[in-house]
Every structure is written in structure tokens, then in C-alpha cells.
Nanobody, 116 residues
Framework: QVQLVESGGGLVQAGGALRVSCAAS????????MGWYLQAPGKERELVAV???????NYSDSVKGRFTISRDNAKNTVFLQMNSLKPEDTGVYYC??????????WGQGTQVTVSS
């Protein structure tokens, strides 16, 4: 089993910045992908950014150039630095860990609200 604990959400004005973090514990495979997904009000959960254990990243088009995902493998922690935030970035951000393409885990989510 894997446990994911997110932190760092909050309320920010448009144009501002926030950083969210997710610490993983438990049975974490050496080959894994960690990432962040956004569930906006009334919408499906969608990918924001992911990073492999080797450091390869992928971003949704809507956040490219504004958000940066990074990780500390020694601490099993993934970060999402969000700059130039927009009201449409509002929602619950969920941390995800996928172990070797086989087992998928989710955190409890952290609320990010961007006011206009």
C-alpha cells in the first residue's frame, strides 16, 4: 500500500503563485510516476503534470510555461510550483502515484482557489 499526503493549497489572487507538495510513503517501487491532477468544479479530473522517477516530465497544454513539477526521490516527495495562476486553475489538486504501471494511488486532494 501507498499513502499520499498533500499540502500547500490555498487562496491566491490571479497572477499569484502557490506551491503544493505531496509526500508518499509505503510500498513505493523504484520505477514510478508521480503527478498532479485537477478536478475543477463540475468537471472531470484531468492531468496537470507528471514526472517519472527518472525525471521525465509531461504537462497539460494549459499549464505549460506556468507550472513546474519536480520531485525529491530521497524523500518520495513531488512538488508543483504554480505561477501566473488563473481563475480557471481553481479546483482540487490530487496527487497520484503509479507504481510500475500496475498500481495507482491517490491522495485526499488539496483545494486551490484563484480569485479574479
Amino acid at each position: 500500500q501507498v499513502q499520499l499526503v498533500e499540502s500547500g493549497g490555498g487562496l491566491v489572487q490571479a497572477g499569484g503563485a502557490l506551491r503544493v507538495s505531496c509526500a508518499a510513503s509505503g510500498s513505493i517501487f523504484s520505477s514510478n510516476v508521480m503527478g498532479w491532477y485537477l478536478q475543477a468544479p463540475g468537471k472531470e479530473r484531468e492531468l496537470v503534470a507528471v514526472i517519472t522517477s527518472g525525471g521525465i516530465t509531461n504537462y497539460s497544454d494549459s499549464v505549460k510555461g506556468r507550472f513546474t513539477i519536480s520531485r525529491d526521490n530521497a524523500k518520495n516527495t513531488v512538488f508543483l510550483q504554480m505561477n501566473s495562476l488563473k481563475p480557471e486553475d481553481t479546483g482540487v489538486y490530487y496527487c497520484n502515484l503509479n507504481n510500475a504501471g500496475k498500481f495507482n494511488y491517490w491522495g485526499q486532494g488539496t483545494q486551490v482557489t484563484v480569485s479574479s
